[in-house]
């Protein structure tokens, strides 16, 4: 938005001009974002306890310590995150580019359905909230809905490879793209989107367990944005070039922003937590973006701790219903440590080191080719 109200005026205003570069606006994105979530959170999570006198709903099978310890914190901390995105994102954001919009539909569109979740589970005093099957449905419509419109985008670029918008790029190699097909490729990208969602869902058990994840993932996803986006680099990288997508950098810089400030209150021990508003969305838009800039297979590495948390609910699953027996204490994987003895806060941070672990190894193979 600042970008068209002040750049016609950057003759006169040599200031201005910096509204160019996308890096200038992705720092002011998260600037932004940053400040609404750092100032807003105090009074909001005030107002969050007025209205949730309980707070969020614990698990009864949960580890037993979080009846004590995690009860009464209020819940839907995640739309003060999502308000941190939205403000920054417009604010900053080239509003004539249809990625930014994509990826505002996704994340704000999960955020309503975590919230109708939130919501259910805080007035009616239960952990179940809305049905798997109902958030699942919702989820793949709104996903879907998603893929076809950036299919449909890519499918306006003259110049790129033929059936580029319908196919999946592999990461180390530089000319390796495998076609899907439209039906194939849209299945693929809504499954990416909703699993990216459920799987930050399930890591969200712990105190700032999820959110530095998510931010470390953001913060890569912005700089492979910037650089797929920009055809010097992807040339020089020999990345697949996918215009339009370096503005999703300003996106990530509001993500990054957002989560940092809702960190100063989720920090252990939390004084709130983000809720389905919160994981669900920030899920569903680091899954969004991963499909834009054709690094669905690279967000499985740098994300891998997410994966981790859905395939271990995965793997106790099959393996109660099948043998009868848990592989694990208890399922998402950090629950098995916590039953192990291990201390919360000891977890959280071997878990964010994980995170950055494989954050690096994902950017990696921007090189290696």
């Known amino acids: 938005m600042l970008e068209w109200l002040l750049l016609p005026y950057a003759e006169d205003f040599a200031l201005f001009n910096l509204l160019n570069y996308i890096t200038f606006r992705t720092g002011g994105a998260l600037m932004t974002a940053l400040i609404i979530a750092m100032i807003g959170g105090a009074p909001f999570i005030r107002w969050l306890k007025k209205k949730q006198r309980e707070g969020q709903p614990i698990r009864e099978d949960g580890p037993e310590r979080h009846i004590v ?16 995105i939205v403000i920054g994102t417009l604010l900053w954001g080239d509003l004539s580019n249809q990625y930014l919009w994509v990826v505002l539909f996704v994340t704000v569109g999960y955020g309503g359905i975590g919230f109708i979740d939130d919501y259910r589970k805080v007035t009616q005093r239960s952990t179940a909230g809305l049905s798997g099957k109902a958030k699942l449905l919702l989820q793949f419509i709104i996903g879907a809905l998603a893929v076809w419109w950036m299919v449909y985008l890519l499918g306006q670029n003259e110049g790129l490879p033929d059936g580029y918008a319908t196919s999946v790029a592999v990461p180390f190699f530089k000319d390796l793209l495998i076609p899907l097909g439209f039906a194939l490729f849209l299945a693929f990208g809504t499954i990416v989107i909703a699993a990216s969602s459920n799987a930050v869902n399930l890591t969200d058990g712990l105190d700032g367990l999820a959110i530095v994840p998510v931010m470390i993932a953001a913060a890569s996803f912005g700089f492979i944005a910037y650089l797929v986006g920009n055809y010097v680099f992807a040339d020089y990288l020999q990345l697949n070039f996918t215009p339009g997508t370096g503005e999703l950098a300003v996106f990530c810089g509001a993500l990054l922003g957002a989560s940092l400030g809702f960190l100063w209150y989720n920090a252990p021990p939390a004084m709130v937590f983000m809720g389905d508003t919160g994981s669900l969305s920030l899920g569903g838009a680091l899954g969004t973006i991963a499909v834009a800039v054709k690094h669905e297979i690279v967000l499985a590495i740098i994300g891998g701790l997410f994966v981790l948390e859905a395939v271990s609910v995965m ?34 941070v071997r878990f964010w080191i994980i995170a950055v672990i494989l954050a690096m190894i994902g950017l990696a193979t921007l090189k290696l080719r």
Do not use: C, D, N, Y
Not at 70 to 77: Q, R, S, V
């Open 69 to 84: 310890e995690k009860a009464g914190t209020p819940t839907m901390g995640g739309f003060l995150i999502l308000l941190g």
């Open 315 to 348: 793997v106790q699953i099959a393996s109660f219903k099948l043998f009868g027996k848990r592989v694990f204490k208890m399922a998402p994987i950090h629950h098995h440590f916590e039953k192990l003895g291990w201390q919360e806060s000891t977890i959280v």
